[in-house]
C-alpha cells in the first residue's frame, strides 16, 4: 500500500485520499467495536475514536511520520529488515534514529510530528494529553541533546547511544561502578576530544531520565513493617516489635534495612507506548488458537472462567494478567537459604508465550534485603503493590456501584452509613485497614 501520502500536505488532494485508505483499512482490520486508536499527537495511539474524530484530528494534526507499518490498526505482516528498508523506501519517509525512538517512548507526551521538520517537536501546554503530565521538562531536551551529540568528530554513535551500549556491558558482565569508573578514565585520558561521561556516577544521572526509576521504602528488620506513610517515616523504631529502625553504631541515621520498590504503572504505560510492545500486549486476543492446543494461560479453562465471570474486564485486549513470582522465597521455611536479597517479579500474561517468559519481559516489581526470608511476613512487604494494584480501582468501583443502586433503588434506601463507604479507601491509604477505633462517630 502507497503510504507516501504521510509526508504530503495536509490540504492536498493525495493527503486526503491517503487518509480516507488508511481510516477504510484501520476500522476493517483494527476496529475494536466501531472505534480506532486515533494516531493524532495529541491523542498518541492511547486514545480510541470514532471514525469522523479520527478523520478530524488527521486533518488538523499530522499523521505521524514514522507509522509506515501500521501494527495497531491491523497490519499483521512480520517484515525482515530488508522490507522494513524497502516500505521506508517506497514511503518516502527516512527511518527514525532508534535512540529517538527510545526517547518518543519515554517521554510520548511531549513529542508531535511534523511532516514540514526533520526532528519532533514538544506539544504545546494545551496539548499534552497525559492524565498524570511528568515534570521533567528539562530532561527530556537534554536527552534530545545527548541524543544529538556525535560522540567525537567522525563517530557513529552519539554521546546517549555510546552512554547506554557501555551501561549495558557493565550490568551484562557484573563489572562494578569502581571498574566502570576507571575504564571512563582511561577512555577520557585517551580521547580528550570525545564527550565520555567523567564517571559512572554521571552515566547513570543520564540514563536515569529516562524514567523507570525506583523507590526506597525503609522497613523493619524482623518484616514487621514499612515506614510507608507520613506518620510512619518520622519513627525511628518498629511501632509493633520495637526494633530500632537504624543501623547501630553509626555516626549518621543510616537504615538498617531498605525496600527497593519499583512501581508497576510506569512500566506498564512503556509497554504500550512502545511500539514494539504495544501488538505484543494484545496478542492474547488478536491471535487465535486455530488448532485448540494448549500453549499459553489464555487456552486453559481457568482463563476461560474469567472472562465469562469478568466480562467487563476481558471486553478490552489492553487490560493486564500479571503472574507473581519470588526467587528464593520459601514462605514453609522448610529449607536453609543463603540467599542474600530476594527480587519480586511481575510476569505479563498478554504476552505470546516465546515471549512472556524471556528473562527481558519479566517486570522487577521489589527488591527485599536480607539474608533470611521474609517468610510469611512477605505480605508487609507486597504493600506497595497491592495499593498501586487495588486501591484506585476499589475507590472507583465504590462510586460506580452507588451510582447503579441508586438507579435501582429509592432514595429512602441511601443513609448516611451507605456513602460513607466511599471514604473507605482513601481512609485505609492514610492510617492502614478501618478498625474500630478509626470508625466515623456516627458509625460507632
Sequence with gaps: MDKSWISKARNSIDYSI???????FAFKNGAVGEMIRCPCPKCGFMKCQTRDIVEDHLLYKPFPQNYVIWDLHGEKQALESSQVEDVFQDSGVQPQNPMEMMINDAFEQYRQHDPNVGASQPLNEDEKVNDEPREDHNEFYELL????QTLYEGSKYTKLEFIIKL?????????????????????NDAFEKAKFPPSIYEAKKIINKLGLNYKKIDACPKHCMLYLGDDEKSLDACKHCGTSKWKPNKKKKIAAKVLRYFPLKPRLQRLFTCRKTAKDMRWHVLEDNKDGLLRHLRDGEAWKTFDLIHPEFSSDPRNVRLGLATDGFNPARTLSSTYSIWPVFLISYNLPPWICMNRTSFIISMIIPGKQSPGNNIDVYLKPLVEELQLQLLQDRIVVTLCHLEMLFPPSFFTVMVHLTVHLIEEAKLGGPVHYQYMYLVER
Aim: charged share 20%; hydrophobic share 45%; glycine share 10%.
Design 18 to 24: 491517503g487518509l480516507s485508505k488508511f481510516l477504510d
Design 167 to 187: 551501561y549495558h556491558i557493565k550490568v551484562l558482565c557484573g563489572l562494578s561502578d569502581k571498574a566502570m569508573t576507571m575504564i571512563l578514565d582511561l577512555l
Design 145 to 148: 541533546n545527548d541524543g544529538s
